[in-house]
Structures are given as C-alpha cells and as structure tokens.
C-alpha cells in the first residue's frame, strides 16, 4: 500500500511540477514580448492624442486594368495645430483579377492625397506572382507618420493605381490621429 502512495504522491507532484513550469514561462513569454514590441504614441510619455478622424466606405470599389482614382466616399477633413505629429492609417481588401489572359503580374499601388497632392514617399505596392486564372484576396495597410505637415485645416484620401489587371477594393478604412508632446 505504501508504494503505491508513495508513486502517486511522485505523479501528483511531477503533474504540479510542469504546470508551475509551464505558468513560468507563460509569465517569461509576455516579458519578452511587452519589452520586444515597440510602443505607440498614445503609450508614449508625454504624448498626448489631441484628435482622431475615421471614414469608411463598405462599397466594392472596382479599377480596370491601368486606371488611377482616388477612393469614393472615403475622404476626411481634419485640423492640426502647428508643432503637431500627425499620424495617417489606411486599411482594406483587396481583390485582383489573374486571369492568364492578361499574362503578367497584378499589380496594385496605394498612395495617401493630401489636400490634393499625392505623397511620392509612403507608398505601397502590392505585386502578385502569376497565378494564371486564380482571383486573389490581399489584405492592405498603408501608415505615414509626420510632423512636417503645417497649415490647419486639410483633407486626406487614398489614390490607387491599378497596373495591367482589373481590380476591386473594399472595406476600406481611413483614420487620422494628431498628437502633441
């Protein structure tokens, strides 16, 4: 009778053992991963969030092959004050047409416009590998962060580039936040 305890008690405290271990490096992991990940403005000291504008538009917006327009109905006016660091954030989803009858890569560009201009820098591009007669899917995010921008009040929208394929976007999102420090 005693050895059978005697197992069970080393089996009881084996099983606690590897739990407490396991809690352990839980515990480790969300250090390293708080101290690894970079912290945003609003987590920032000193930073303070002094606006936010957000604009959406859940219409499929469709471009053909080589056109270049703005997105409807996704446009936001908004004021900063001089000495501000303004941060802009677009999102959406993107849908390109492959078919192997236009025999070269999609390609699609994004480009902030703001207060009419087109930015030549905070750009992204979204090239696809030919998959002949595939429709594919992409998520977009596009983010410019700058405190070179004066004047007070402005508007912002995104500008898109289809290249040699038909395209569509949707669920778009647009989102503008100032700061001050």
Known sequence: MKNVSDKNKRKNTSTISVIALLFGLAGLSVGVISLVLPSTPSQQEGVQVTGIWFSESDEVFYLTSGSVTEIPNLLIDFSANPGETIHFLYTGTALLDTSPYFGQPA???????????????????????????????????????????????????????????????????????????
């Open 107 to 181: 390609q699609l560009q994004f480009q902030f416009v703001l207060d009419g201009i087109v930015f030549s820098s905070g750009f992204t591009n979204l090239i696809t590998p030919d998959m002949s007669g595939e429709n594919f899917t992409v998520p977009i995010a596009l983010a410019y962060t700058s405190d070179a921008i004066s004047g007070l009040q402005h508007n912002l929208t995104v500008r898109v580039y289809s290249g040699a394929n038909d395209a569509a976007v949707y669920k778009n999102k647009l989102l503008v936040q100032t700061f001050s420090t």
